[in-house]
């Protein structure tokens, strides 16, 4: 059986053009929407009509976000979709229930709440994926990378999605042991927190770990751009950074790490909305877990900190710039 599903998902096959919603929690700048959305497209455009909604949940105060919701429930009350994939943990909290209410199939990607935290995870209309940050395989493989690899600082902001991811790997610990080495996490929205954490880090930590930075303010309650902050955290760290996501790796970011990748997961997504288009009933899919990380090296900031792989992850990796 479980065969037979791996097989449909990747054959998938078309139907008739139907309407298929895109709502993201985010905005289509911020890379990793801009990821799943073009893997998305790229396996249900030329057969669909795709409508894109931006929820811009990271920028906009949360005091916005209901009138954000209900400018994007009145156009999906006019184009009536066949179907909506919803990215990310805001996407589903604020709009999954409304769209099953409305008899409407819900496939996520990106989702780091569980049932407690989203229960209309359970309704028989929606399926998707899980999004599980590596924790353990990247630990693991950093170890690998790194000479000195004792104690490793987790830096991510205190957004809902990494408040999930946390929790359910660590649960309330923000202090842990992976195959023998020491993690300090911190969560936080406060820019100068942040910054400092990165600036002072080379007196406790061997490398830096970053999550998500993208719910980061300054004392005036300004938004912070994530490319400013991990700029700067680039240039004033003295001790690697690497990342959770490939979308943090590059010029001037995280030098690499094991990751999850945004286009995969919307390849996966699009796979699972093709089913259900062509009749397949949501609570006949299981729900997944991200399903497999990879190496991705920024080249440059290999090169900013002296890191060097070994022939083997090197001939498994992707390399940006």
Not at 97 to 121: A, E
Not at 213 to 234: G, M
Request: net charge negative; glycine share 4%; proline share 4%.
């Amino acid at each position: 059986m479980k065969a037979l599903f791996l097989s449909l998902l990747l054959v998938a096959p078309m139907c008739l053009a139907k309407n298929v919603v895109i709502i993201e929690s985010y905005h289509s700048q911020y890379k990793w929407d801009h990821d799943y959305i073009t893997a998305i497209q790229s396996v249900l455009a030329e057969e669909h009509n795709i409508h894109i909604f931006e929820l811009d949940t990271k920028r906009l105060a949360k005091e916005q976000w209901p009138q954000k919701v209900k400018s994007v429930q009145a156009q999906i009350e006019t184009i009536q979709p066949d179907i909506a994939i919803l990215g990310d943990d805001n996407a589903f909290s604020l709009m999954a229930q409304y769209l099953v209410d409305k008899n409407i199939p819900v496939v996520f990607l990106g989702v780091n709440g569980g049932p407690t935290q989203h229960p209309t995870l359970n309704h028989p209309l929606v399926t998707g994926i899980l999004e599980r940050p590596f924790f353990a395989e990247s630990i693991r493989h950093l170890r690998k990378v790194l000479s000195n690899n004792d104690r490793f600082l987790i830096l991510m902001d205190d957004s809902p999605t990494m408040q999930n991811a946390v929790s359910e790997f660590f649960e309330d610990a923000r202090q842990a042991q992976l195959y023998g080495s020491e993690l300090d996490i911190v969560l936080t929205n406060d820019k100068d927190t942040w910054l400092q954490a990165v600036y002072q880090a080379h007196g406790q930590y061997d490398a830096i770990i970053i999550g998500t930075h993208h719910t980061i303010r300054d004392k005036a309650n300004q938004y912070i751009p994530p490319s400013v902050l991990i700029s700067q955290a680039f240039h004033q760290a003295k001790v690697p950074i690497f990342s959770f996501w490939d979308i943090f790796i590059g010029k001037e970011q995280g030098a690499g790490g094991f990751t999850i990748s945004a286009h995969q997961e919307g390849i996966t997504a699009a796979r699972l909305a093709s089913m259900i288009l062509k009749g397949v009933k949501p609570d006949r899919i299981p729900q997944m877990k991200s399903l497999s990380g990879q190496f991705v090296y920024s080249q440059s900031g290999m090169a900013h900190w002296n890191l060097k792989l070994s022939s083997l992850i090197a001939s498994q990796t992707q390399f940006v710039e």
